[in-house]
């Protein structure tokens, strides 16, 4: 389920439906034949992780959260 949200299908990475093993073969099969895409999606991927997913993010977004759930609750009261 967490691929669809660190992959950006057509820009970070493809995405194929589950059990497709033919959509899966096709999907390779267009990165093989194209290694500029290839590059340019591994370096945007590469980005997206330094972005999305880095330690620094994770906290800062946990952070967050827990900020929003205090506030929430002070609200209520």
Known sequence: GGN????????????????NPEALA???ASLLR???????????????VREEFSLDTMIRKTEQ???NLTNACHEQK
């Open 4 to 19: 669809s949200e660190q992959i950006l299908n057509g820009q970070t990475g493809l995405l194929v439906p589950g059990n």
């Open 26 to 28: 096709r999907a390779l």
């Open 34 to 48: 194209d290694p500029a895409r290839r590059r340019v999606m591994g370096e945007a991927g590469r980005q997206r």
């Open 65 to 67: 959260i827990y900020h």
